[in-house]
């Protein structure tokens, strides 16, 4: 059995998608991993021990470039935006799959709804089964949550109706996304489509979250086998430097915002509520290279660290909301200060928060002043010890779950 694992997006889309290579690789399939081909995914597939296959480009860089230009643009702007790119996406994804799909006998796809349109269009062709994974709930229709909104396409404010919002879902992404999806499949001969939705989510969907953190109720709009978070053990040693900063004092703050590019002044107004609240802080670098602002000693700058080993020895983490963060944090116990930026990422500060292991941030620009009730809830020893009663229900085992799933089901 062979089957090609497909994503395009940052760290928090990628390693689940390792995660479950690896677990799929255990039970004896064969596997490629198509990702972007930044080097730290590159070698998070070696460190893991899956074959890699580049996806049309590195995202980091493209990425950045999204981000500059969508930064002043009205949601208009952006809606046409999302669009063209949506056509470049599908159409140099298409090919790179299309080739690592050679042998396969399905397709799994995560991430950006452009690459998995093109993973289906080539599972179409190629005549292999195709499954969608998705690392959070409010992604599926449901008559129990509303649709996210994306620029220029508001819910209509007058329709209360969940299931009326959903049929709104459908024409929004027609809208963003059809025309690439449709041009790029007259280009192949294939027939057009008019719900290009539910064409690239199919059903079942792969709900790859973890029950207590993200519930799923059931859903008679699309069936979703929740697995539990993919996640991938990460055996590597603390940096010398870190661990005798741990070592030297008490258990600090983190505060790391990941592959999102958040303004400098996050991370100053990041270590001063944290100083305010007499605490120490580790900076992760992240992809908004956020550091040090002085040279005093209560704080430690790192780049890419091991958080399963990390996120044990702090008094609460500070980040943006991403669900492999979010899970992880959750996984050790530390109490947790989201402050969301796009995407889902609003969605995990809410559950964060109602789970009672944490605070969310009202907004995503945070001052030293606006971070200090959030840090005040989640290093009070009440947070903490719901944390740690929390953290013995995070299932560890989604990506193998996963993994016994789909070899069942294929």
Same mark, same amino acid.
């Given at each position: 059995?062979?089957i090609l694992l497909s994503t395009y997006g940052s760290r928090g889309d990628v390693e689940p998608v ?6 799929? /690789? ?29 996806? %049309? ?8 470039? *999204? ?17 063209? !790119?949506?056509?470049? &996406?599908?159409?140099? !994804? ?27 269009? $080539?599972?179409?062709?190629? =005549? ?14 449901? /008559? ?9 396409h508001p819910l209509p404010v007058e329709v209360t109706d969940n299931r009326a919002l959903w049929d709104?879902? &459908? ?9 690439? &999806? ?7 001969? *294939? ?26 109720? @059931? ?6 086998? !929740? ?34 590019? $958040? ?43 091991? /958080?399963?080993?990390? %996120?044990?020895? $702090? ?48 907004? @995503?620009?945070p001052t030293a002043e606006s971070l200090s009730p959030a840090l005040e809830t989640a290093l009070a020893? =009440? ?21 016994? !799933? ?5």
């Open positions: 059995m062979r390792v995660a479950l290579g690896e677990r799929l /690789q255990a039970l004896g399939a064969e596997v490629r991993v198509s990702v972007p081909g930044d080097e730290e995914f590159v070698a998070l597939c070696a460190r893991a021990g899956v074959p890699f296959a580049p996806a %049309f480009a590195p995202v980091r860089a493209w990425a950045k470039e *999204m981000i500059s230009r969508s930064a002043n643009a009205s949601p208009e702007g952006r809606a046409k935006l999302i669009s063209g !790119q949506a056509a470049e &996406i599908v159409a140099r !994804q298409y090919d790179v799959l299309m080739a690592a799909a050679e042998g396969c006998d399905a397709v799994v796809a995560c991430g950006l709804f452009p690459s998995c349109a093109a993973a289906r269009m $080539v599972a179409e062709q190629r =005549g292999m089964r195709y499954i969608l994974g998705t690392f959070c709930p409010i992604w599926l229709p449901s /008559q129990h949550t509303r649709p996210h909104q994306y620029p220029g709104c879902d &459908i024409r929004t992404k027609n809208a963003l996304f059809g025309d690439a &999806i449709n041009s790029h499949r007259a280009s192949l001969g *294939m027939s057009p489509l008019d719900n290009v939705r539910d064409y690239v989510y199919g059903d079942p969907v792969l709900l790859a979250c973890d029950p207590t953190l993200g519930p799923w109720l @059931p859903s008679d709009l699309i069936g979703a086998l !929740q697995t539990g978070a993919w996640i991938l053990a990460d055996e590597r040693p603390l940096p010398d430097g870190l661990e005798a900063f741990l070592e030297a004092g008490p258990p600090p703050v983190y505060v790391g915002f990941g592959s999102i590019a $958040v303004a400098s002044e996050a991370g100053r107004a990041a270590i001063e509520a944290i100083r305010a609240k007499g605490r120490r802080a580790v900076i992760a670098h992240g992809w908004a290279e956020l550091g040090l602002i002085d040279d005093r000693d209560d704080c430690f700058a790192v780049g890419d660290v091991n /958080q399963q080993a990390l %996120f044990g020895r $702090v008094a609460a983490a500070m980040h943006h909301g991403g669900a492999g963060t979010t899970v992880a944090a959750a996984r050790a116990g530390a109490p947790q200060v989201v402050v969301p930026q796009i995407g889902d990422q609003p969605y995990w500060a809410r559950r964060v928060a109602e789970v009672g292991i944490g605070a969310a941030h009202d907004g @995503p620009a020893s =009440g947070t903490r010890i719901r944390a740690s009663e929390i953290a013995r229900s995070v299932r560890a085992d989604g990506a193998a779950v996963a993994a016994k !799933q789909l070899v069942d089901m294929l």
